[in-house]
């Protein structure tokens, strides 16, 4: 990307889950602890995580597509973790133990470089996330997690899911800036993609774990829709001129 | 208010204009200062920054009776600004110029003692804007003033102005609070009526000298609405337990 193009930039929005937090090893580890608490054995609460996980898109593909009014992420991860009490035929939990399984979305823990990286964009740029997690999610995981957001912006402001356009445009309008101004960062590059078509600029993280082990997707920039790659949020502030902290 | 009472409280939220920051002086120096640079005199800034103030709740109206769809403050401020402009008889603005002027609400300044009641504040509550000013606003004006909010919530994120129910029910909510476990924090006895007959705790902060000398509103709190009487943020930091900091 060229210098001057990087001058114009005002904002960074990032994706959260995978690109800021470790999703998979977090929710494992958090219902791993729970169900020791509540005796309960016999469950690979990795492959648990990654079955919720897997039921991510489908439950924000009703909305996309228009057959379900706007719903939070907290409501939808609720309706898949039912779904899969159910098949895993997992008895004995109160409404107060559903509802704590479900805020482990509220307890991720992020990757190691992200909060120094975080800080040192601050100093520069305005930072918010631009994630599918409603803002109760956001604003309780940057709270434990230490994430200096200016705003919490994505899918409950802009009232649309990633990918769709409404997202990315709605989280721009709403900060007042030209997409052109505002840098989307993401470990996906479909995210970038998305972003990239309604103008805005992209930066590439690798978070070639996010899945575990044997990762196949991901794992570099799409030169075609990525501006700016690094391989970690310090080297992103780096690169974007945002100076190292004392 | 009792100690019990207290202990259920998980967020703060603030009105801004007046509350958090001094709009009046802010205001009238920023036109003041550009004024002078543009060759512009013969004009009373501070009567000018109180015109525009007055024509601050009007403008609202036309979006809380429905006769307007929901339109954010900027684009309020900005026609307001506009007539202002007209009745002065100031002539020669660019365009840039009168973006340049209604972004001096972007650039207030706090008083003095809000920075460290928030900063102390943030250690052990959520803490967040219920401001009607527009999302953009509040980051630029945050930022600039450092003000530590964990999120920005409000008007446009509520999609209602204040005193408007829904103004501060869909705050609480996009929070996943309880109205009961939020604080509404605000220098004006109206915004805590409306606060708390959504449910919400309130605490009022005097702010005598929001209009200039001889204020005659709002000089002590309306105990029939009014949880929590405190004298400055740092003193109500203190009454809410946040600890010092350092």
Redesign the interface.
Known sequence: MHTTAMNDIRACLFDVFGTVVDWRSSVSRDLAAFAKEKRISGIDWLEFAVEWRKLYQPSMEEVRSGRRPFTIL?VLHRESLDKLVARYRISGLSEADLDHMNRAWHRLHPWPDVVEGLQRLKTRY?IAPCSNG???????L??RAGLP?????GA??ARAYKPMPDAYRNSCR????APSSVMMVAAHNNDLRAAKAQGMKTAFIPRPTEHGPGQMTDLAPDPECVDLPATDFVELAAKLGAIPLR
């Open positions: 907290d305005i409603n803002i109760a999610l956001m604003v309780n940057a709270k957001w200016d705003c919490i912006l409950e402001t709403q900060l007042g800036l």
